[in-house]
């Protein structure tokens, strides 16, 4: 499991995450803000306050979510551009069934059934793809990928129409968005309620440990691992191919529309265009760092909602635009894929 | 003007790009690389041409800007898929996020106060411009995309399957092994392919930002990147069909400006969805595996691996 992470010999992380600190510092200095300042910002935004803490673990739960999915097709052999477009479907699902559940239900039926409506949305949203892929061979990175656009429309199309999800036109402020989700759709808190740490935690830790036993230790997880390392090979030993890449790519889906669902019913509990905000792109960099390791995934989901929740800061406190973190994070990958060469030749 | 012509004309004016940007995605891809970084480089072609031509008031020194700047995008991309063989989806992927976020961050600090730019005027050929709702469509346009219709013209020619070096393309494209094997400089024609398409999609981001919006507003391209990739695997790696294709989704694009006055009431969310979903219907429906090159996508390494 972990040969992927440990065959890298550290050089190319450690160049990567050199890289990384590089830029991230000069575009901390190219607006003309002193480095200490900046990086104080940045230690304050992860850290520096219980807000901060449950702000990064509550995205660490969205990206780690996201990327187990990601993983899991990827061990199948798929590579799912589509979280983004995936998300944007869970949380739509996820409102349609939020905001039609009776207000005194108890959250421990609202939220499962909230949570499993945002799984199927992201699994119908990934469906399309998963089964031109397996009967047409066609391009399952295209088509995710062009299904993102069209998910974000189909956001937009939702919270701009009160015949489907928009909140009703009361006045000309009426901003386009749902109406709020029922109190019992809201994910619970955990902690302190400073911290607004939400039950996503919990559910995104779920799905790593499932993940992990079911690619460990099970008969599914080896038949994604064959399917993955030679489709023909995979057809000879009688695995039903179709099925497993079916199944692998709409779980990613699921997943990630999981991801979406528990961004709409947490603050401000309403779906609205762009709330996906990139989750999808920085999981998919989440599962690529990884290389197919479950456990990775959430080490590295983990640093990932750090580095978001100090971003945020660093734009707030110290007037470095947000773009960096997605700045930062597409270095990373650069080197970590460019640098993957260099370890080839070091193990041959 | 009425509906048909401004649909017309809005169609060509969006399609402008994506043919200038799919020109050189053709070559390369039929090179066997792919590159999604399209994207990215149209997008830091935009950026770097809004700020020159903001910077010294000239679009020409803008187009420039955006040439330098697009080329550097596929220099970097040509390095990682060509010289470091690294995964062209990953690295494409990764790209174009890079270059969103740096253009981002740039417009925050160089676009502080407007976003205006001076740019190209229209020009009209004189006499052709006359022909009814198609003249001022097609033979309206701005130098910069004359200019680069003609270059795009010039390399379909030049790289079409009945010259010498469209030969070598294919050949390289479809068995990269066995032309390195016939003498083929097989990673240089790669590598040059990459910067073809940095170049043509630079022209394309110059064009979005200097002829057409004259601004630079944050991700201008918006998926014309991956609109202009579509139209390459939609056009079968063929010159008249990618550019057929490209005008389908310009024209798709078009509808959600020209609906009102088509009188057609369909909310504006669902026609921005429209391209996207021709793109899908046009990569599921038309192509077949079998006809992309070969070795796309695959990186070349010349040691024979037992």
Redesign the interface.
């Known amino acids: 499991m972990m040969r992927q992470l440990t065959a890298a010999p550290g050089f190319g992380w450690v160049l990567a995450i050199a890289a990384a600190a590089a830029v991230g510092l000069a ?1 901390i200095t ?2 003309g803000t002193p480095v200490a300042v900046g990086t104080g910002a940045l230690r304050d935004g992860m850290f520096g306050t219980p807000y901060a803490i449950g702000n990064a673990l509550n995205a660490a739960a969205v990206l780690a979510l996201v990327a187990v999915g990601f993983t899991i097709a990827h061990r199948a052999g798929l ?1 799912n ?1 589509g979280g983004e477009g995936q998300i944007a479907a869970g949380g739509i699902a996820a409102t349609l069934v939020g905001v039609a559940l009776p207000d005194a239900w108890p959250p421990a039926a609202g939220v499962p059934l909230t949570l499993a409506a945002g799984f199927v949305g992201g699994a119908v949203w990934a469906l ?1 793809p998963a089964v ?1 892929r397996s009967l ?4 399952e ?3 995710t ?3 993102n ?2 998910g974000a ?2 956001v ?2 939702c919270v ?2 009160e015949s489907l999800l928009r909140q009703p036109i009361t006045s000309a402020a009426t901003l386009p968005q749902s109406a709020p989700l029922a109190p019992s759709a809201r994910l619970p808190l955990l902690g302190p309620p400073e911290a607004q740490a939400t039950a996503a935690i919990l559910v995104a830790a779920a799905a790593v440990l499932v993940a992990l036993v079911v690619t460990r230790w099970t008969v599914t997880g080896t038949r994604l691992v064959a399917v993955g390392r030679s489709v023909p090979a995979a057809r000879r030993l009688g695995l039903p191919v179709a099925r497993l890449q079916v199944a692998a790519l709409c779980t990613a889906g699921g997943l990630a529309g999981i991801a979406g669902a528990t961004l709409v019913a947490t603050v401000p509990f309403v779906l609205k265009e762009g709330f996906t905000a990139g989750f999808g ?1 920085a999981g ?2 989440v599962g ?1 760092l990884a290389g197919r390791s479950i456990a990775a995934v959430a080490a590295i989901a983990l640093a990932f909602g750090f580095l978001a929740s100090g971003g945020i800061n660093l734009q707030i406190a110290a007037g470095v ?1 947000a ?2 973190v ?2 930062v ?3 990373l ?2 080197v970590v ?5 260099l370890r080839e030749r070091g193990t041959s | 003007m009425s509906a048909l012509p401004e649909l017309i004309d809005g169609g060509v004016r969006l399609a402008v790009p994506l043919l200038l940007a799919s020109s050189g995605e053709l070559v390369s891809e039929r090179a066997g690389v792919l590159n ?1 970084s399209v994207e990215g480089m149209m997008l830091t072609g935009a950026f770097a041409g809004a700020v020159g031509a903001a910077q010294t008031g000239d679009p020409v020194v803008g187009v420039a800007c955006a040439l330098v700047a697009s080329g550097l995008v596929a220099v ?1 991309q040509a ?2 898929s060509v010289t ?4 062209q ?3 494409g ?3 174009n ?2 270059a ?3 253009t ?2 740039g417009a ?2 160089y676009f502080t106060s407007g976003r205006d730019v001076g740019g190209f005027d229209e020009i009209a050929l004189p006499g052709l411009s006359r022909i009814p709702v198609l003249g001022p469509a097609l033979f309206e346009q701005s130098a910069l995309a004359f200019a680069g219709l003609l270059l795009a013209g010039c390399l379909a020619v030049l790289f079409s399957r009945r010259t010498g070096i469209g030969l070598a393309l294919t050949a390289i494209g479809e068995d990269a092994v066995s032309a390195d094997r016939a003498g083929l400089p097989v990673r240089l024609v790669r590598f040059g392919a990459v910067l073809l398409t940095g170049v043509m999609a630079g022209l394309a981001g110059a064009q979005l930002a200097l002829a057409d919006i004259h601004a630079f507003t944050d991700n201008i391209t918006a ?1 014309a990147g ?1 609109l202009a ?2 139209a390459v ?1 939609a056009g079968q790696w063929r010159p008249w069909p990618t550019a057929l294709a490209c005008g389908f989704f310009g024209i798709a694009q078009a509808l959600q400006f020209a609906a009102p006055t088509l009188g057609v009431e369909v ?1 504006s ?2 026609l ?2 429209l391209p ?2 021709l ?2 219907a046009a ?2 429906g038309f ?1 077949r ?1 079998g006809r992309s090159p070969s070795a796309l996508t695959v990186p070349f390494v010349r040691e024979a691996r037992a």
């Open positions: 575009l190219g607006t590579v551009v399309g031109l047409r061979d066609t391009s990175v295209i088509t990928l062009l299904m656009f069209v429309g189909l937009a199309l701009h129409e792109f998919l960099v690529l635009p773009s960096s997605q700045i994070q597409s270095v990958i650069i894929a460019g640098a993957a060469i | 999604l970097l390095l990682l470091l063989l690294a995964d989806i990953v690295t992927i990764a790209v996020a890079l969103l976020g740096l981002t961050y925050r600090l998926g991956y990739v579509v695997i909310p969310a669902l921005i969805m996207y979903l793109a899908l990569v599921s192509a595996a």
